[in-house]
């Protein structure tokens, strides 16, 4: 069975130094009086709009205890730490250039830094947190690449390749139903933190990311292409890969462990108005301006990147 593994752990810890190359919608919304804000119904960034949408959910306005994992240059928990002074943040990085920004941007605020791979804390570390927060980072954790439906055909004890095992436990253990592809791509560090989140009992999960399941609702299906294979697919970006999420599994795991779930895409809480403007830009698919471009990469991402709030009840 041949399999490879997409790893970003090398390039996180060693070689990035700017997110610049992966804007993020989380960046891409930072910077006040920006295009992208203009053609949002409000002059707001991503964490503050979070932030309001989470409320409609959790207590997020009591919360103290907030563990936010790959928080990249610190935009969001600053917004977060804007909307309720309370909040005693935890980031935890692998990244140290990272986190040198976030304490940079968090600086007058009393925030407690980790420089680790998440998969490598504990359920000491993890206790006492009421939120963890992972954004835009589940498609940078090792994914399990180009298995056979093979793979499914066997037991976890017909197998001593530890990879293969391990992913045969998952769909064991959690019911998982089998991939459409074949071959298929398998988010295992995804799957594995969020088992780890959810053990760890943690009341209030917050996850988003690309997912390789979005589609447009049907009233925009004419603007908006989006064709979701179900497979994690391949972003190419500088220095290392990411794969789109596979959110159904997640959800899957989180149930099993008790919770409730939460799902939707960006677009829920980005609210952004489909004036003449934006209808010509998605209607022309962004070929007649760089402006135009980029609000089509934009609304088009909004309904590409899912959400998924699990609540412990
Ligand atoms: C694409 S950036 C997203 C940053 C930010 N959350 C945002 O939405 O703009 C990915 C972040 O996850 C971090 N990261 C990637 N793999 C990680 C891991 N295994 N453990 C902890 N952090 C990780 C990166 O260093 C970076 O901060």
Redesign the pocket.
Known sequence: MNYSINK??TY?KKE?DS?GW?L????ALYKENTVLRRFLGQDES?GRLLFRHLRGFIPVDKLIQVL??????G??MRDFLEMNVSIKPTM????P??LERQKEILKGYSVSFAQ????DADDYFLRGFELA?????L???PTVVGLGHDTLGLSSLDTVDPVLKKIIQFFERYGLPRPQCNPFNFNM?AIE?VEKLCTSGIPYIYL?EHSCEASAPENLKHLIKISPSGNPERIPLRGHD?YTIKFSYLEMIAKFYGYNTIRGSFADFIPFDINDRVYYALSSQGRYSDEDEIICQFVEDLYKYEYLLLIRP
Do not use: P, R
Not at 24 to 27: E, K, M, P, Q
Not at 133 to 137: D, G, I, R, Y
């Open positions: 970003t752990d996180h990035l997110l992966e993020t919608i989380c960046n991503f936010e994992i790959g928080g990249g240059y935009y969001l935890l990085d692998i990244s250039f990272l680790m791979d998440f998969l927060v992972m954004n835009e980072n498609g940078d954790f560090g933190a988003g990411e």
